[in-house]
């Protein structure tokens, strides 16, 4: 279904791309005088342009203003638990895995050798955050629990022979 639309739609697009250059090619033969089209089009290009920059401007600005979007998205008054992560070739080291739901949990993430990727996926092994573990270097992943359940760790960076061990678990509580 989804094919056979994609195809008639392809049809109709590109014989309307042929039917406007036929068009063209075959107006292009008669001489006329183009001075007042001109004249007329460059303003409403004039008029595109600017609407355009207007519109990329004030969308820019709403949507750039908050960044670096990697702020915790609890509020500061809340305590975070803050927990150390560090991937090895092939594990990880975390300094805590149990946890509450509604608990603000702020993951330092870094790695003792190789890139690895951090990544919690939920018990339908849905992916809900993921940072870099990196050597030398700690990247943060904030996240508040909002379901119970044993989560699990996941390296997303082949980092070796051994890089499907590189599983572990954390359990979230009520
Ligand atoms: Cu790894």
């Excluded at 750039?64 to 609890?74: A, F, Q, T």
């Excluded at 300094?95 to 190789?114: A, I, L, N, R, Y």
Aim: aromatic share 14%.
């Amino acid at each position: 279904m989804v094919q056979t639309a994609a195809w008639v739609t392809s049809l109709v697009f590109m014989s309307l791309v042929f039917i406007v250059f036929g068009v063209v090619a075959w107006k292009s033969r008669v001489k006329s005088d183009y001075e007042h089209i001109k004249k007329k089009w460059y303003k409403a290009r004039i008029f595109y342009a600017t609407t355009l920059v207007t519109i990329l401007l004030v969308v820019c600005i709403y949507t750039l203003r908050e960044l670096p979007y990697d702020l915790p998205i609890y509020g500061e008054a809340q305590d975070p638990t803050i927990v150390d992560v560090e991937a090895v070739q092939f594990g990880w080291l975390m300094s805590e895995t149990e946890f509450k739901v509604g608990e603000p949990v702020e993951f330092h993430v870094t790695s003792k050798d190789v890139n690895h990727g951090f990544g919690i996926y939920d018990e339908d092994l849905t992916i809900i955050a993921q940072t870099q573990a990196m050597p030398e270097y700690t990247n943060n992943v904030y996240i508040t629990f909002t379901k119970p359940g044993t989560y699990k760790i996941l390296c997303l960076e082949y980092c070796g022979t051994a890089h499907h061990y590189m599983v572990t678990e954390i359990t979230v509580t009520e």
